[in-house]
């Protein structure tokens, strides 16, 4: 592991984290590291190249070819970790190769590129591995954490676990300002040896909507796909209906401009909704975030409600709004996509949401002196003394 980082033309990943112990403004967890709790404007989404929505796990063998892929929706320096089953952590972005690592808004970058001249490859030892990308507005100073010794190509991380790693983070963020940061992980499995599969029937046809792989059928979504003229905005199944959290998802291809889409069925519903795109993209980060993707994240709930498309408004503004059982997102390719829930929520939709004067929101819903805020194209709502005060700007 530790020669493969010193080679000229691969490194090795091998990732396997445990608990994380208490800070004071990081909120450090098992889960995700270190987490930024006020969740801020600025997001970066990590996958990897098996599981481009980042909220899944697959699987590789050790020894075999990993590509990792990031993106943050503002200019911001990002940086990659992995911590291995042995507690060894690897940096792998910056890296001599590349060694510039600021990331301008809305781009998605690939490691390694395809021109790069090193590999990334899956080491030992096998088990449930993690990767950790940082986004700063600012330049870090990690030199705590982490140095370039001689000509290695490869950073050399002076922390070890987890639990080291989360506190030298916490400290280095600590003087950052609230929304100067933030975090994602994605997740992967490592197996010893290739698993020979159960042999399976040769599928006949494609997926359907609303298959389970046991051949059952979800109803809901099959009526969902139907009402949505799926063919048209969800395009076709990738994967079979499969639980998450308390009910069902299942995943399609998207169509053009939509992007990817699942269908969301919550138990107990007798509907299914569709969730597209960027607003796809914001419901799982949140999810990772807050439990790791293994449900809905609980400030949005599951979907309640068709996406719309709206259409421009008086600042020139369309996007997209997704309505969900506890909040909705607002999605605009202007400003991002953002969430919105209880009283400031309903004060905003009752004066006609994003087609008002205050049109799109410019960033989530906050909390400000105790109360929640939220700011927008054309003026601000405020929680004051337990009553909502809306102003122009």
């Known amino acids: 592991m530790r020669d493969s980082i010193r080679s000229l033309s691969t490194l090795t990943l091998g990732v ?13 967890s098992a889960q995700s590291i270190i987490v930024n709790p006020t969740q801020p404007d600025l997001s970066v989404q990590v996958w990897t190249n098996r599981d481009a929505s980042g909220a899944g796990n697959p699987t590789y063998q050790i020894g075999e070819r990993i590509s990792v892929g990031l993106k943050t929706n503002a200019a911001a320096y990002v940086y990659l970790f992995n911590v291995n089953a042995d507690g060894a952590i690897d940096l792998f972005f910056p890296n001599r190769y590349e060694d510039n690592n600021y990331v301008a808004a809305g781009t998605a970058r690939v490691f390694p590129a395809g021109d790069a001249a090193y590999n990334l490859s899956v080491g030992g030892p096998a088990g449930q591995d993690k990767l950790l990308a940082l986004a700063s507005t600012t330049k ?7 140095r370039f010794e001689g000509q290695q190509d490869f950073a050399t991380v002076k922390v070890k676990g987890q639990d080291d790693l989360a506190q030298a983070l916490s400290i280095t963020v600590n003087p950052l300002p609230a929304d100067g940061w933030t975090t994602d992980t994605a997740f992967f499995r490592v197996a010893t040896a290739a698993q020979t599969p159960a042999p399976q029937p040769t599928p006949t046809a494609r997926i359907q909507p609303g298959q389970r792989q046991d051949g059952s059928i979800d109803g809901a979504m099959v009526d969902a796909y139907a009402r949505l003229k799926g063919g048209e905005s969800l ?3 990738t994967t079979y209906a499969t639980p998450w959290g308390d009910g069902w998802w299942q995943k399609f291809n998207g169509v053009g ?17 569709a969730v597209h795109g960027r607003l796809l993209e914001r419901y799982l980060a949140l999810a990772r975030a807050e439990n790791g993707a293994v449900r809905p994240p609980s400030r949005l709930g599951w979907a309640a409600g068709d996406e719309k498309v709206i259409p421009q408004n008086r600042y020139g503004t369309t996007g997209l709004y997704g309505f969900f059982q506890n909040g909705a997102l607002y999605g605009s390719e202007k400003y991002g996509t953002f969430w919105l829930t209880g009283p400031v929520l309903k ?5 006609g949401g994003s087609g008002s004067f205050l049109g799109f929101p410019t960033r989530d819903q906050y909390s400000l002196n105790g109360a929640w805020a939220a700011d927008f194209e054309g003026g601000t709502i405020r929680t004051v003394n337990g009553a909502i005060k809306i102003y122009r700007k």
Do not use: W
């Not at 004060?347 to 004066?351: D, F, I």
């Open 16 to 28: 396997l984290l445990s608990g994380a112990a208490g800070a004071s403004d990081a909120k450090l």
């Open 140 to 146: 870090l100073s990690l030199d705590d954490i982490f």
């Open 235 to 237: 395009g076709n199944a």
């Open 257 to 273: 401009a939509y992007g990817d889409a699942v269908l969301l069925h919550a138990n107990g519903s007798s509907r299914s909704y």
């Open 347 to 351: 004060a905003y939709q009752g004066l």
